[in-house]
Structure formats: C-alpha cells, structure tokens
C-alpha cells in the first residue's frame, strides 16, 4: 500500500524543483487528503488561490484526462475528484486565461456534478471565449437543474444572456439553494447580470428583498470598480450604475467626467443622465456642439442611448432644434430620428426649414426613421432642395414611408 501511494503522490509530480512548485504539490496532498468542501480542502484551495499565476500551470496539468484512467485512477478515484474539483476553483479565483481550454475538456469528462459546477464556475470568472460560452451553453439542455443554472451564471458572466430564463426559474424555484445560487451568481456577474438584475427586481416575487440586497451589493462592488485601472472596467461600471440609477452614486460617477479616456467620460456622463442629473446631460449637449466630430458622435450615441433607455432627454432634444449652434441643431435631429421619437415628429418638420443644409438633412432623416406620415408633404417638398444631400435623404425618407 505503502508503494502504491508512493506512486499516486508521483503521478502529483512531486519533482518541484522550486519553492513554489514544492508549496503548490504539499497543497494538493492536503486537498487530496479531505473531503470537499471541508475546512482542510477549502484551506488548501485558498491558498492555491492565493499563490495565482505561478500555480497554475500545476493546477491546468492536474486536469489532464490522461491522469485518470486504468487501476491507480480507479483505486484512488476519490483523491482524483477532490484534486480535479479544487484545481479547477482555483484557477476560477487565479483567472488565467490559457486555463480555458482544460477547464472546457473537464466540463465534459467530468465524472462528478461537483467538477462539472467547478468547471462551469471558474470558467465564468475567467471571461468569454467562444468556445467557453459554447461548453456553458450546451450545458444548459442536461437534466440537473443544478447543472443548468451554473451553466446560465457562467453565460450571464460572459455578457450572454441566454440563460435568463433558467436563473428566473431558479429563484421563483422551491428549492432554496437554486434559489440562493442564482442570488449568489447575479452578484457575481457584476455589470453584465446588471440589466438582467433591475427587470426580476421591477416584478412581484417572493425574493424581491433578496434581490434588492443583491442590488445594493453589486451597486458598492461597482463604485469601486470606477477606480479599476482598466478603461474598460471603468467604463461599464458606469454604464452599469446608470441602469441602476441610484443618485447616491452620481458623485463618484461625474469624476469619472474628467477621466483620461474618452468613452469613460462619455458613459459616465451618459449614467448621470439617465438618473437625470444635470453634469450628465450638460456634458454631453456640450459635446453636441463640440468642432471635434469624434466627440459629436460619441454625444449623438449616448444620447441615443440615454434616451432609449430613460427618455430622460427628450424635452432638451426638442429644445436643442432650435440652439444658436447649428451643429447642436443637426446632432438633436439626429438623435431624435435614431431614437424614434414620435412626439419629436412637428417639430422635425420645421427643422427641415433650417437655414444650414446638414440640419435640414438630419430632420429629413429623422422623420424617416420615425415613420410618421405626417412628414410626407413637407419630404416631397423637400425632393427639390437646394442642396442634392437635402434632396436624396428627402428622397430616402419617403421610401422609408412607403407609397401609402
């Protein structure tokens, strides 16, 4: 026996030829040596964790099937899970991206529900790719609702929402740990379970409060990610708490007006907006009428965002056909078409009238793009423009409008 186990520590490759190696192959002994889930694995996987990027490459190799087939995986198969079932939560924790593609292989040669849920978890930490999001999806047909809802979490934190259903289903389930599982895994997936999030906390249910704490929780993780050193984190953090429209978080929000990055500003001012705060639509009808055409059309898109989102904007849309600028002008008629804003439809109209070409060209635009019929006299009048640019949106908004 003595031989045997000697052998199976082997297959651990306890060869270290460093510290570290040496620290990382006592640790799987020790998560070998208890069972999941108990205070000396759960140790052992913390500091796996702990220890990150140069462990990982043990815990990836830990994953290879070829480790566990013929008698020394059958006669030490329970080691094997706990080893394979920690290995792949800690990489979820290190988030090495090169581990994806072993986490992915395990999914479906898993022997265990409790490897499979691992795979599924520390793939989600890890990010999307393709293929992950493929491994999660078809995860999502197998017969274990347990199995389902952590192949939903792990899509939802891969920015895919297929899923949806699964995590609702959950939480109006009996079933308390689904339930609590999907509660767990919406906090989780930060700015991307955001607008999943606000449409089951907007409905009657029996875990309303929950979901409100969840709320609160996500909403504090992500003010402090508006610090992330990453634009982009920064970015839909902001862009995040806009949905959530708390106005307690407007003044770490219109800091971010004078970040370095440009779709920083831009979405933080776009989140101040949507919660109707004045910093956030100043900034960008500002940026409307900015001679840098990048910084119009990062306006027109927010706004056009904004508006989709809130209609918090309208009124100063309308007002903004009639600025001094003409560059106000003709970017408040684009947005107002791209928005679709019916009740914009008169007011369009007399803009076609607009002394500046560009102006008259964006209101015949926007009225196709709305659709009214309202606008059909004034588009014909319109075919013989002055300007040939007037004259052929003229021309495109009526074959938006049909022959009716």
């Not at 953090?237 to 429209?245: E, K, T």
């Not at 904004?306 to 684009?334: F, I, N, Y």
């Amino acid at each position: 026996m003595i031989v045997k186990r000697l052998a199976w520590l082997l297959l651990l490759g306890l060869s270290a030829c460093s510290t570290t190696e040496e620290q990382v192959v006592e640790l799987l002994e020790q998560m070998a040596a208890h069972p999941i889930d108990s205070p000396g694995w759960q140790d052992a996987v913390d500091q796996l964790a702990a220890i990150g990027r140069p462990a990982a490459r043990q815990l990836v190799a830990r994953l290879n099937p070829d480790l566990y087939t013929g008698e020394d995986y059958r006669e030490f198969r329970d080691e094997h899970e706990k080893l394979r079932t920690g290995c792949a939560l800690a990489l979820g924790r290190i988030k090495p991206r090169g581990a994806a593609g072993a986490l992915q292989s395990r999914i479906s040669d898993a022997y265990t529900d409790s490897e499979r849920i691992a795979c599924l978890w520390s793939m989600g930490e890890i990010g999307y790719s393709q293929a992950a999001l493929d491994a999660a999806k078809a995860q999502l047909e197998d017969q274990d609702p347990a199995i389902r809802i952590h192949a939903a979490i792990a899509m939802l934190k891969m920015d895919d929402d297929l899923g949806a259903g699964e995590i609702e289903g959950a939480l109006a389930s009996a079933d308390d740990t689904l339930a609590q599982t999907a509660m767990q895994g919406l906090e989780e997936a930060g700015y991307f379970g955001v607008p999943l999030l606000m449409t089951l906390g907007a409905r009657a249910g029996p875990n309303q409060s929950a979901l409100g704490a969840v709320v609160a929780k996500v909403k504090d993780k992500l003010v402090a990610q508006l610090k992330a050193e990453e634009p982009g984190h920064r970015q839909r953090a902001a862009l995040a708490l806009g949905q959530i429209g708390d106005p307690s978080t407007a003044p770490a929000l219109a800091n971010l007006l004078e970040d370095a990055s440009n779709q920083v500003r831009f979405s933080a001012a776009a989140a101040l907006a949507e919660m109707g705060q004045p910093q956030g639509t100043d900034f960008l009808f500002e940026a409307l009428r900015n001679t840098d055409s990048i910084l119009r059309a990062n306006a027109v898109k927010f706004l056009i965002d904004v508006q989709a989102q809130s209609g918090s904007v309208e009124d100063q849309l309308v007002a903004a056909l009639d600025a001094t600028d003409p560059l106000a002008r003709a970017g408040a008629a684009q947005v107002l078409g791209q928005a679709a804003v019916a009740s914009a439809v008169t007011a369009l109209i007399t803009a076609t009238a607009d002394e500046v070409a560009e102006v008259r060209a964006n209101a015949a635009m926007a009225l196709g793009r709305i659709g009214s019929a309202q606008g059909r006299e004034r588009l014909e009048q319109l075919l013989d423009d002055r300007d040939a640019t007037v004259s052929y949106y003229a021309e495109w908004a009526l074959r938006q409008l049909g022959s009716g």
